[in-house]
C-alpha cells in the first residue's frame, strides 16, 4: 500500500494517480472498485489528481504523493548503534490470513486476520508524530526481517530482536499458536512502521505515541539481525516478500 510508505517518512499525504488498464468496461466492476478506492482515499486524506485509462490485460498502476517540511523527512538511513527498534500495533495477522483467504463461514479468529489482510491502515498520523524523533523509519510490508533490513543496509549497521517482545495479538496467537513469531518475523502486509530512536528521545515522545510502539530490540554494530528467543539465539538472513523473485 502506497500510503503506508508516505507514513514510514513522516509525510503528508496530498494526492495520487492512477492507469488503469481493462480487457473491458465491466460497469459493475467499475463501480464497486471506485467506491472502495474512493472510500480509501477520503479515509487517507488523498485525492485522484490524473492518471490514465486504456484497453488491455487488467493492470492497475498508482503512485501516491506526499510532502514533508524540508529536512524532516525520516530516512532509512539515519538509525545509530543503541538505537531503540520499535514497532507499531501487531504483527503477523496479514500474513496469517493467507491460509483462509477461501474460508466460507471463518471464526473470530479469522475474521480478525481477514480484516488485516483485507482492510490495512497506513499510520499516517504516528509517521507524522514521529518526524524529528524517529532517527530511521520503514512500513512492514514485505515482512519485519526483510524490511528492517533496508534501514540496517542504507544505516550500515546491525540489529537484535528480542523476540519476546513482538506484538502480537491474541487472534493471531490463538489462531496460529507457536507459528505466531515467525509470521510477525516474516510474514508481509501488516504495513505497520518499523521506527529506530534513541534511548534519550523516548522519554520524550508524548505517551499517546508509546503507547502505540513497541520496543523489541535494539540496534548494534556489524551487520544483519540476531534473533534473541530466549534460550538460543540465531542470525537470522532477510526473508519477506522478494519483489523480483516469489
Same mark, same amino acid.
Given at each position: 500500500?502506497?500510503?503506508?510508505?508516505?507514513?514510514?517518512?513522516?509525510?503528508?499525504?496530498?494526492?495520487?494517480?492512477?492507469?488503469?488498464?481493462?480487457?473491458?468496461?465491466?460497469?459493475?466492476?467499475?463501480?464497486?472498485?471506485?467506491?472502495?478506492?474512493?472510500?480509501?482515499?477520503?479515509?487517507?486524506?488523498?485525492? *485522484?489528481?490524473?492518471?490514465?485509462?486504456?484497453?488491455?490485460?487488467?493492470?492497475?498502476?498508482?503512485?501516491?504523493?506526499?510532502? @514533508?517540511?524540508?529536512?524532516?523527512?525520516?530516512?532509512?538511513?539515519?538509525?545509530?548503534?543503541?538505537?531503540?527498534?520499535?514497532?507499531?500495533?501487531?504483527?503477523?495477522?496479514?500474513?496469517?490470513? *493467507?491460509?483462509? *483467504?477461501?474460508?466460507?463461514?471463518?471464526?473470530?479468529?479469522?475474521?480478525?486476520?481477514?480484516?488485516?489482510?483485507?482492510?490495512?491502515?497506513?499510520?499516517? /498520523?504516528?509517521?507524522?508524530?514521529?518526524?524529528?524523533?524517529?532517527?530511521?523509519? @520503514?512500513?512492514?510490508?514485505?515482512?519485519?526481517?526483510?524490511?528492517?533490513?533496508?534501514?540496517?543496509?542504507?544505516?550500515? $549497521?546491525?540489529?537484535?530482536?528480542?523476540?519476546?517482545?513482538?506484538?502480537?495479538?491474541?487472534?493471531?496467537?490463538?489462531? $496460529?499458536?507457536?507459528?505466531?513469531?515467525?509470521?510477525?518475523?516474516? /510474514?508481509?502486509?501488516?504495513?505497520?512502521?518499523?521506527?529506530? $530512536?534513541?534511548?534519550?528521545?523516548?522519554?520524550?515522545?508524548?505517551?499517546? $505515541? +508509546?503507547?502505540?510502539?513497541?520496543?523489541?530490540?535494539?540496534? @548494534?554494530?556489524?551487520?544483519?539481525?540476531?534473533?534473541?528467543?530466549?534460550?538460543?539465539?540465531?542470525?537470522?538472513?532477510?526473508?519477506?516478500?522478494?519483489?523480483? +523473485?516469489?
Amino acid at each position: 500500500m502506497a500510503a503506508s510508505d508516505l507514513a514510514a517518512m513522516g509525510a503528508d499525504p496530498v494526492c495520487f494517480t492512477l492507469a488503469l488498464t481493462l480487457p473491458d468496461a465491466d460497469p459493475g466492476w467499475l463501480s464497486a472498485y471506485a467506491h472502495g478506492l474512493a472510500s480509501a482515499a477520503r479515509r487517507f486524506g488523498l485525492s *485522484l489528481a490524473g492518471g490514465d485509462t486504456t484497453r488491455g490485460p487488467l493492470t492497475l498502476s498508482m503512485q501516491v504523493h506526499g510532502t @514533508v517540511p524540508k529536512g524532516e523527512a525520516i530516512l532509512r538511513s539515519g538509525a545509530n548503534v543503541g538505537d531503540f527498534i520499535c514497532v507499531s500495533g501487531t504483527l503477523g495477522e496479514a500474513g496469517a490470513a *493467507l491460509d483462509y *483467504l477461501e474460508n466460507d463461514s471463518p471464526g473470530t479468529e479469522v475474521q480478525a486476520v481477514l480484516k488485516r489482510y483485507h482492510f490495512p491502515e497506513p499510520r499516517l /498520523a504516528l509517521g507524522k508524530a514521529l518526524r524529528g524523533f524517529a532517527t530511521a523509519a @520503514v512500513d512492514v510490508s514485505d515482512g519485519l526481517v526483510a524490511d528492517l533490513g533496508h534501514i540496517l543496509e542504507a544505516s550500515d $549497521v546491525g540489529a537484535s530482536i528480542d523476540v519476546g517482545r513482538l506484538p502480537l495479538s491474541q487472534h493471531l496467537k490463538r489462531l $496460529v499458536g507457536r507459528s505466531a513469531a515467525g509470521l510477525a518475523l516474516n /510474514a508481509g502486509d501488516d504495513y505497520e512502521l518499523c521506527v529506530t $530512536v534513541p534511548p534519550q528521545v523516548w522519554a520524550a515522545l508524548s505517551e499517546d $505515541v +508509546r503507547r502505540e510502539l513497541t520496543i523489541i530490540g535494539e540496534v @548494534v554494530a556489524g551487520e544483519g539481525v540476531t534473533i534473541d528467543w530466549g534460550d538460543h539465539a540465531e542470525n537470522l538472513s532477510a526473508g519477506g516478500y522478494d519483489h523480483f +523473485r516469489n
